[in-house]
């Protein structure tokens, strides 16, 4: 299968559109649908298949020919085809991955989309069976064919941490709207500043092709309504495109871009149905097929029955030479723009991640029917079929109460009546990067401001007793935490989760009014730069949030994350700012004194001796000049990042005093953080480390400066027990865990997916587990669109990958009753995390 996957991923990831012969021309060398030119199949095989050499590499272009049938009508469809036959079966009614493919079927179809195989799969299907389908409705993402775990999950699912903008189906909304309106998008493309994948905009450039990505994607919109022309059998719409693809051939397409969007709007108008009543989404979901497709997925449907349509002509003489050339470049041009808005390019990181979170909405931004689409798709596709009981919905905080009441009662209305009762929402806070030394202000100083008033906001619409305080559970902060701690977020957080706000019960006479409370989550110990810094991060969001008993952690890789090969696989070699290492060093002593780890005596030194020489570096003789502060002197000034810097910018005396009065106004209340005793901040060092860490430019400055640090077993066994102490730690608090299997597996290091930490948080059921290690933990998908899964894949994928996991003798290390009755013991753990 790796072989078969890296021979489709060299046809339509790496070997650029232009490179495809679409004339045929006698003499010219062919690189078609048929024909797999020898010498560029290998200069991309030596990327794609590093570990062989030439001559097994050469032996895999002769596996494809065989496979394409050699110069077969068939070609590279055939092949594609015939993978989807192996991993992918029907019922007449859904299409579904057979189970024990489900792990191959996820690496298979993620780098170029589910429907690219689903739709040839159904096209060879219905031909073999002499049938023609109208139903393409199917899930956005196909199940498992897997009774026993559909059994199971029909009890019901919670989906505990769902990005509503991110868990749509990104790439077919941005594909759709731009192959329906190809014109005067140049803005959009300028949105794209460099391309995330190694097939990108300049490899492409630097192999001869002179068009933009722009002109790239007018090709495919001119080649999609042609073909769909001659699909449709309109000779006169087949005419005017005809007549477009003949000047393309003669010079630049971007001078064409207006005559291709005439005839995209002709297409519209003569066989697209108005959605609602009010727009044509696509052309391509045509009169008629209402009948058969749900409303809710009318704009998968269309590029399906088109993507299916193609695949029967290409295979059954319903197109000719030319026109299967044009297919296998739009193919191509497809899973080129879709490697730019799903994250496919295997590159770890939350960087990277943020990068195609970003662009999600770029191409539909701005266009009301497509953005509201996007809100319905996420809504209505994820709950189908899935029997999901609530629902998370995490948006972003708006400037004021009235956008923010907006933004819920819109996203709201577009749901499904029987879905809108098990939708809730929880405000996330994005975390920024900080702008740098400002004097006068603190760290973070711009996400501090926009966090105080957009939490001054959430109050005031909660105080309003609308009837969205019922769907307002929590509190979030996500995003990038490297360069934004949660101390930013301390004073937010206590502030919102102590304010008691009214919620209507009943309606009318019988309407009553119930007081409540939000509830907390933090994203943290997901990214970071060293593991000591994940753990910390994790340890400071308890601490200076105020995280409760029934609040959560988001994601928590740190904690589960197993150090040894974690540090083999970074080669042992950390390189850090000076800033976190002093930080991280004094956390990791201080932690392991307070929680009874042991430390190897000659490492204890040695990190004692690095805390002293940082010390001194970024604060002795830049911030105080007094006594030189100690490990525990540091550690005890870290505790005062809980409260809010500017009141350490007073002097002594108002400083003191303002320790002890009750400020008028409710947020400032929140400036001190209750669990810090206030002998801590009397301690003139304490006092003065803290505002030195906020205020100082050199402070600052010296921080910033990146150094290396090289960790050993010994430090990796320190960072074992930390996480046993956390764990330990977040059970006896009652602080449970959010896990995102696909989502770490593709933004972390994990290798495979029973690598994945859930097992260390929670393996009960699979195997004995030790007293309070057992964390309350549930299955999520985090950004579903952009990592291409849903909630009960993520279920399957994790039980496919206990079942292959092997024990030191290559046996079974799991009993599959055991394994199932983990699955669902962490499917009701799910369902107790839900926020009341």
């Known amino acids: 299968m790796d072989i078969e996957k890296g021979n489709l991923e060299i046809l339509f990831l790496k070997i ?35 570990c062989y050499s030439e001559d097994e590499r050469y032996n895999h272009y002769l596996k494809l020919r065989q496979d394409m049938g050699k110069g077969d009508s068939q070609g590279v469809f055939r092949v594609i085809m015939e993978l989807a036959f192996r991993l992918l079966d029907y019922d007449g009614e859904e299409i579904t991955c057979k189970f024990e493919e489900m792990l191959r079927w996820r690496e298979l179809s993620f780098p170029l989309g589910q429907d690219f195989f689903t739709c040839a799969f159904l096209a060879d299907h219905d031909l073999k069976q002499g049938r023609q389908s109208q139903n393409f409705s199917w899930l956005p ?15 019901g699912m919670a989906e505990n941490h769902f990005h509503l903008a991110g868990s749509t189906k990104i790439f077919e909304l941005n594909w759709v709207s731009l192959m329906n309106q190809i014109d005067d998008r140049i803005h959009d493309f300028k949105k794209l500043p460099e391309a995330l994948q190694a097939h990108s905009m300049d490899l492409v450039a630097a192999e001869g092709n002179k068009e933009s990505f722009y002109a790239e994607c007018q090709r495919a919109a001119l080649y999609r309504v042609y073909l769909f022309a001659v699909l449709k059998q309109d000779g006169w719409l087949r005419e005017k495109a005809e007549a477009i693809l003949a000047e393309a051939e003669r010079g630049p397409i971007e001078r064409l871009t207006a005559r291709i969007e005439d005839v995209i709007v002709l297409a519209k108008h003569m066989y697209g149905v108005k959605a609602d009543g009010r727009y044509v989404l696509d052309y391509a979901f045509e009169k008629g097929m209402q009948n058969y497709n749900a409303r809710e997925c009318c704009l998968l449907a269309g590029e399906r029955s088109f993507l299916y349509e193609c695949y029967r002509a290409s295979v059954s003489y319903g197109f000719d030479e030319y ?41 539909i931004e701005g266009k009301k029917p497509y953005e509201e689409e996007l809100i319905r798709l996420a809504f209505n596709e994820t709950m189908r079929r899935q029997n999901i009981v609530s629902l998370e919905a995490r948006i972003c905080p708006k400037q004021n109460s009235a956008k923010l009441y907006q933004a819920i009662t819109r996203s709201s209305s577009l749901a499904e009546e029987e879905n809108r009762e098990k939708i809730i929402y929880v405000l996330h806070f994005p975390k920024l990067k900080d702008p740098g030394y400002c004097a006068g202000a603190p760290r973070n100083y711009n996400v501090r401001l926009a966090a105080a008033k957009q939490a001054k906001s959430i109050a005031a619409l909660l105080e309003k007793k609308t009837g969205v305080n019922q769907r307002i559970r929590g509190i979030d902060a996500c995003s990038s935490e490297i360069n934004c701690r949660p101390e930013v977020f301390a004073q937010t957080f206590r502030y919102l989760s102590d304010l008691e706000f009214s919620c209507s019960n009943g309606t009318g006479k019988n309407q009553s009014f119930l007081k409540k409370k939000l509830h907390t989550t933090y994203h943290a110990g997901e990214d970071f730069l060293d593991l000591a810094d994940g753990l910390r991060a994790i340890d400071e969001a308890i601490l200076f949030c105020d995280l409760k008993r029934g609040s959560r952690i988001g994601h928590g890789l ?22 976190v290492l002093l930080d991280d060093i004094v956390w990791l002593l201080s932690m392991a004194d307070e929680t009874g780890c042991s430390i190897d005596s000659r490492l204890r030194t040695e990190l004692t001796e690095k805390y002293y020489n940082l010390y001194e570096e970024i604060f002795r003789g830049n911030a105080y000049r007094g006594e030189r502060a100690s490990v525990m002197d540091y550690y005890q000034s870290w505790k005062l990042r809980g409260d809010n810097p500017q009141v350490y910018r007073l002097g002594e005396t108002d400083f003191l005093k303002r320790l002890g009065q009750s400020s008028v106004r409710r947020f400032d209340r929140y400036v001190f953080h209750p669990q810090i005793s206030d002998e801590l901040r009397k301690t003139e060092l304490y006092r003065n480390l803290y ?44 602080i449970g865990i959010e896990t995102n299997p696909s989502s770490n597996y593709l933004i972390g290091t994990i290798q495979k997916y029973e690598e994945h930490p859930i097992l260390r948080f929670n393996s009960r059921k699979l195997r004995d587990a030790p007293k309070n290690m057992s964390l309350s933990v549930s299955i999520n998908t985090d950004d579903q669109g952009v990592f291409d899964t849903l909630l009960e894949n993520e279920y399957a994928l994790m039980a496919l990958a206990l079942r292959k996991a092997k024990d030191e003798n290559h046996q079974p290390q799991y009993d599959v009753e055991d394994i199932y009755e983990w699955i669902d013991y962490v499917r009701r753990m799910g369902m107790e995390q839900i926020f009341p």
């Not at 497809?334 to 960087?351: D, K, P, S, Y």
């Open 558 to 579: 740190a904690l589960g994350i197993n150090p040894h090969p974690y540090y083999k696989y970074k080669n042992s070699v950390m390189v850090l700012p000076k800033q």
């Open 16 to 50: 650029p559109y232009n490179k495809i012969t679409v004339d045929g021309a006698a003499g010219k060398r062919q690189h078609n649908y048929r024909t797999v030119d020898k010498k560029l199949y290998l200069k991309h095989a030596r990327e794609v298949f590093p």
């Open 323 to 363: 026109q299967k050339n044009l297919f296998y470049v739009y193919l191509s041009i497809r899973t080129h723009f879709r490697g730019e808005l799903i994250q496919v390019n295997r590159q770890v990181g939350f960087a990277n991640f943020s990068n195609y979170q970003d662009r999600k909405e770029t191409f």
């Open 691 to 734: 505002f030195s860490y906020h205020y100082n430019e050199n402070v600052r400055k010296i921080g910033e400066e990146r150094i290396q640090f090289k960790v050993d077993q010994r430090y990796a066994d320190v960072i074992c027990q930390l996480q046993n102490k956390m764990i330990q730690k977040l059970v006896t608090k009652g």
């Open 141 to 155: 993402i196909i199940r498992s064919d897997d009774s026993r775990l559909h059994n199971i999950l029909k009890r």
